[in-house]
């Protein structure tokens, strides 16, 4: 069962532009989504999180949208460069007490110089 | 300074060898400790938890075991690989009571 669905599996965007991230969930218990950005051969490194009270969270070119009525978030990458390119991961934390995390399958971005 | 350590940082294995892989952290009183397994070019998936020495939580079965010997370490281990077990080993901690967790370099492992 996949409680969390990003799309697309892929992305390619031309330097400068805006990349656009998306995520999904099922469970209504999730309170807090971190994205993560993952390089090759790397451990994954928290980028921007949001907790379920807030619908919009900024940070720098970052940005997360959430909307709880639809359980879909999304993250923005404003004018993306070469350095963005990664693997991003949106997870949700549900109140199971164990502060567990339930990863998506990751989106996979690459910015064209 | 690295907060969080793993090694080895690689392994290559036979199928039925046993294996340990270690998380330390440095720095950080009484971490919450986090074991994920992550496939080639896949999510990731918890493994096990720990809020304090002697105590582990295990979420999904693997034909894997956990032990926190130390406030600091955390060790993953098993007496008898398979090659379902081949992929990426990542290590996390986080602070009581805060929601962020954070990813040590990972081991990479190969089950031949």
């Known amino acids: 069962q996949q409680q969390v669905r990003q799309s697309p599996q892929s992305l390619t965007v031309w330097e400068g532009e805006t990349a656009i991230l998306n995520c999904s969930y099922e469970?209504?218990?999730?309170?807090?989504f971190p994205w993560y950005q993952q390089f090759p051969g790397e451990g994954p490194a928290l980028l921007i999180a949001?907790?379920?009270?807030?619908d919009k969270k900024e940070d720098g070119r970052f940005t997360i949208f959430f909307n709880k009525r639809e359980k879909k978030l999304s993250l923005h990458i404003t004018d993306s460069q070469p350095g963005d390119s990664a693997t991003y991961f949106c997870?949700?934390?549900?109140?199971?007490?164990?502060?567990?995390?339930?990863f998506g399958q990751g989106t996979v971005l690459s910015v064209i110089p | 300074a690295q907060t969080i350590h793993q090694w080895p940082v690689a392994e290559i294995k036979a199928v039925g060898s046993p294996l340990s892989l270690g998380c330390t952290i440095k720095?950080?009183?009484?971490?919450?400790l986090y074991w994920y397994w992550q496939a080639t070019g896949g999510t990731l998936q918890q493994l096990f938890y720990?809020?304090?020495?002697?105590?582990v939580e295990s979420v999904v079965q693997l034909n894997l075991s956990a032990s926190r010997p130390k406030d600091d370490q955390f060790i993953l281990s098993t007496e008898k690989l398979l090659l379902s077990h081949s992929g990426f080993y990542l290590c996390?901690?986080?602070?009581?009571?805060?929601?962020?967790?954070?990813f040590g370099p990972g081991t990479r492992l190969l089950v031949l």
């Open positions: 949001i907790r379920s009270v807030s």
């Open positions: 996390a901690w986080s602070l009581a009571g805060e929601d962020t967790q954070y």
């Open positions: 997870a949700a934390r549900g109140g199971g007490g164990n502060n567990k995390l339930t």
């Open positions: 469970n209504s218990a999730f309170d807090y």
């Open positions: 720990s809020i304090t020495v002697g105590q």
């Open positions: 720095g950080k009183s009484s971490p919450n």
